[in-house]
């Protein structure tokens, strides 16, 4: 068991999240969109697994490295 | 007739053993650097000692030092008492096999500060810097000393002037001449300091290693407030913000093995070739993301780092300056073993050139126009950055010496517009003179301006009097881009489109066919590097 973190690439706010605890996802999966300097930065799992906590929701703003999404990885 | 003669049969030591003894002797007291109580607080302070670092970065038994018995001696009945080495070890190492001259700065000494009575005057001999000129070798300085100190005009019984000049002038030349590294290993102030710039390529260590002209003590007296010497001078402040230093490492070992790599990539001076590694990726290789990477939809981010891996050598990639002016990655990389110097846009930083992603670029195309290596510019760019911001910060003569390095130097160009090209920037990514080569992905798309914005400014009457301004701008931004696919430039210009997975191909080949230009070019360029 192990759990990963997903940090924000870079500050802005949060477009859209895509997933929900529980939610299976394999990795490179797209996990939600912030918008930064106009542009839709997209915030990929690195490893599969399960998502074990969604920190943020749309609208939110984020800064450069918080944690955005935790991903167990299972056993 | 023979040359064969009876070897000199041994006749001893002829009684020069007591100054051989005194040698050794000598050796054992500037091996002992300050003393174990200076060599504990340095691992106490999480550092390494300057011969432990030696032992990393240098090939085993490599070293060989100069200078190595200068030093403060004091004699009882005019024999050696004690003794304190200088505040540095110097010589000559190889790395990888491939000589170099290394200066290590010791903490453990005086705090490395200068100090050290009557030293110097007429018979000095030769500095490191003068010697990696003089041989033509890479220059490596360790740097870990504090500076001046006033105790020292206490010492000498007066003061002087400030004449660093005097034999900095070598490491001026130096960056025309040979590859030069500084890593900073500690806090570093006064000229230490400035010589952690006079390089091609410099490092500090997190949280062990800052550097400032003065420290906290320094601003105090002058500008009255605390700040503590991280906060000043430490890799926050000049990794990320101030970009005085290019890359951060976790810890000494991985900067020494920093400093490898980066040699690896560049010749041992500017009248030899960059080595060639043996090729260990195939140059036919197709990378399938290549051609998702791009989306249609230009505010749509990717990692620019993405479109690098997905070209050059595998796992050749390294990069320089990663947490400053992020919109431009800088970096060095193989592409079928031979060294380049590589640079791509990043929209996951918005892309669009600022005041320090072009300090970055002038630096990398400096390096490279010195040490002939060709470069390949991966474009999606959007253009200057604009704003309140990017004025402060003058970007109008960030653009100008952008233009003039570009201009200036002669490598092998090749440049791949993988998707917007705007602009004076987007300018930026074509060099008119000597082997440059351009291709274009299908998702390439370019101006002088972007159509979005471009439009209300140059029919402004136009929509302005219809009777739906909105629907007027509409309409002309569609019929305009409707002309901005990049076959219709390729009908005129000859621009030569092509598919995303044949990239590494095509590069590997022009890099094969720059071989014999670079070696037209060897020698020093006719613009010199500047740090």
């Not at chain 2, 005019?78 to 790395?95: A, H, N, Q």
């Not at chain 2, 970055?360 to 991966?378: A, G, Y």
Request: glycine share 10%.
């Amino acid at each position: 068991m192990s759990s990963v973190e997903i940090l924000a690439p870079s500050a802005g706010s949060v477009i859209d999240v895509f997933v929900t605890v529980g939610q299976q996802v394999a990795a490179h999966e797209e996990l939600l969109v912030i918008e930064s300097m106009k542009m839709e930065i997209p915030v990929a799992a690195e490893v599969a697994g399960t998502v074990e906590e969604v920190l943020v929701q749309a609208t939110d703003p984020v800064n450069n490295g918080d944690v955005v999404v935790r991903i167990n990885r299972g056993s | 007739m023979s040359d064969e003669r009876d070897p000199i049969p041994p006749t001893g030591d002829a009684g020069w053993s007591p100054e051989l003894a005194e040698l050794a002797r000598r050796h054992e007291f500037v091996l002992g650097m300050g003393g174990t109580e200076g060599i504990a607080r340095q691992h106490a302070n999480g550092k390494l000692t300057v011969r432990e670092r030696l032992a990393l970065l240098a090939d085993r038994n490599s070293l060989r030092e100069f200078m190595g018995l200068m030093g403060d001696a004091t004699y009882r009945d005019l024999e050696l008492d004690s003794f304190v080495p200088r505040p540095s070890v110097e010589g000559f190492c190889t790395i990888n096999g491939r000589k170099v001259v290394v200066s290590g700065g010791d903490f453990t000494v005086r705090g490395g500060s200068g100090g050290g009575g009557a030293h110097g005057g007429l018979g000095m001999e030769m500095s490191a810097n003068r010697r990696a000129l003089e041989w033509r070798v890479p220059y490596v300085r360790l740097l870990d000393s504090a500076g001046g100190s006033v105790r020292h005009f206490e010492e000498i019984g007066r003061t002087y002037l400030p004449d660093g000049n005097s034999f900095t002038w070598p490491d001026v030349r130096l960056l025309r001449v040979a590859p030069v590294v500084s890593a900073v290993m500690g806090s570093v102030a006064g000229l230490p300091a400035v010589n952690a710039c006079m390089a091609h390529f410099n490092l500090m260590v997190k949280g062990t290693s800052q550097v400032f002209p003065g420290g906290p003590p320094v601003v105090k007296a002058a500008l009255g407030y605390e700040v503590t010497k991280e906060e000043l001078g430490g890799w926050d402040m000049h990794v990320r913000q101030s970009g005085v230093i290019d890359n951060v490492a976790e810890s000494e070992e991985e900067a020494l093995d920093m400093i490898r790599t980066f040699l690896g990539y560049l010749p041992q001076n500017v009248w030899e070739l960059p080595p060639r590694s043996v090729p260990d990726d195939e140059p036919e290789r197709r990378d399938e993301a290549l051609l998702s990477l791009v989306s249609r939809n230009v505010r749509r981010a990717y990692d620019g780092h993405r479109a690098i891996e997905g070209v050059v050598d595998r796992g050749s990639f390294f990069e320089i300056g990663p947490l400053y002016g992020r919109a431009r990655i800088t970096g060095m990389a193989r592409l079928n073993g031979y060294p380049v110097g590589i640079m791509a846009n990043n929209r996951m930083f918005g892309a669009s050139t600022d005041v320090a992603a072009g300090d970055k670029i002038v630096r990398l195309l400096q390096l490279c126009d010195t040490f002939h290596l060709p470069v390949v510019s991966l474009a999606d760019e959007p253009g200057f950055s604009v704003g309140l911001e990017a004025e402060r910060r003058g970007i109008e003569r960030a653009g100008a010496r952008l233009i003039t390095t570009v201009c200036d130097t002669q490598m092998p160009w090749v440049t791949v517009v993988m998707g917007q090209l705007y602009g004076v920037a987007g300018q930026c990514h074509h060099r008119p003179s000597g082997m440059f080569q351009r291709y274009a992905w299908p998702s390439a798309n370019w101006g002088s301006m972007h159509i979005e914005g471009g439009v209300a400014a140059a029919y402004r009457s136009e929509v302005a009097n219809a009777q739906d301004p909105g629907a007027k701008l509409a309409e002309i931004e569609l019929r305009l881009k409707a002309i901005a696919s990049p076959f219709r430039t390729a009908e005129a210009t000859g621009q030569d489109i092509i598919d995303p997975r044949d990239t590494r191909r095509l590069l590997c080949e022009f890099v094969e066919e720059a071989q014999p230009v670079l070696k037209t070019q060897l020698g020093p360029t006719s613009t010199p590097y500047r740090p």
